[in-house]
């Protein structure tokens, strides 16, 4: 059986972070392992308090799970404090860890700010070049490459910025702009546009951490990039359709079975 271990923040209302990645893994019928890094209070509406862990827990939580359970990926989504996203990095770089995905969460669905500006500047600076894929939506491409997006081709000159820094692989994501939703991957050598309709919806918590987990979960079943990102859109695409409507603000995905997933 496949693995995927997701390092990443907890969402006490299940949509985002943690919960969300594993509920992806199990879909595409990937075992999930995971090392939190965060604790938060939160629901569709607010996230009303977060706790971020000590580094040398997250560190212990990463070592302790390799020791027994190697990954065939891997998923970076939340971290908090400059001092989780160094311990991140030294611990990434010890492992040499196959297929990182490195999800930039900045900032909540609901506007709260996620990460700290040092640890930002680790991430750009120390993560970025360990990452195998890096997705992050507008404003964060933004934050990273100081590139001002409000075009598909922005899309493009900010994924090639990103991999200029290090990533192997960009794939930046265009929801916030107007018009179908594309996505621009750069993998080095060349641009895919990955396109979906947009869905008209206000249910949309954790579509950053559910993409970037699906892709984890493709390459961890020996997908290539370029397929991985395509299943994974198009799974994500499909979870906000069948969304269960649950809550008063941006709701839950569906995560329901993926292709090539085991039955649940």
Known sequence: MRTALTIAGSDSSGGAGIQADLKTFA?????????????????TQIVARVLALPA???????DTVLADIP???????????????????????????????LD????????A???????????????LPLAALVTPNVPEAEALTGISIRTVADLERAAVAL??????????KGGHLEGPAVDVLHDGTGVTHLTAARIDTRHTHGTGCTLS????????????LVSACRAAKAYVSKAIARAPGLGHGHGPLRHEKGRGSFPL
């Open 213 to 224: 987990s699906a892709i984890a979960a493709r390459l961890a079943m020996g997908d290539d």
């Open 71 to 101: 990954p065939d990926a891997t998923k970076i989504g939340m971290l908090a404090t400059a001092a989780i996203a160094e311990a991140v990095a030294v611990a990434l770089a010890r492992h040499h860890l196959p297929h990182v995905v």
């Open 56 to 62: 040398d827990m997250v560190t212990a939580q990463i």
């Open 104 to 111: 930039t969460v900045m900032v909540a669905k609901g506007g």
């Open 27 to 43: 879909a595409h019928g990937v075992f999930g392992m995971s090392a939190i890094t965060a604790v938060t209070a939160q629901n």
């Open 113 to 127: 700010r996620l990460l700290d500006d040092e640890a930002v500047a680790i991430l750009r600076d120390r993560l």
């Open 163 to 172: 991999v200029s820094r290090g990533a192997r692989a960009a794939l930046v």
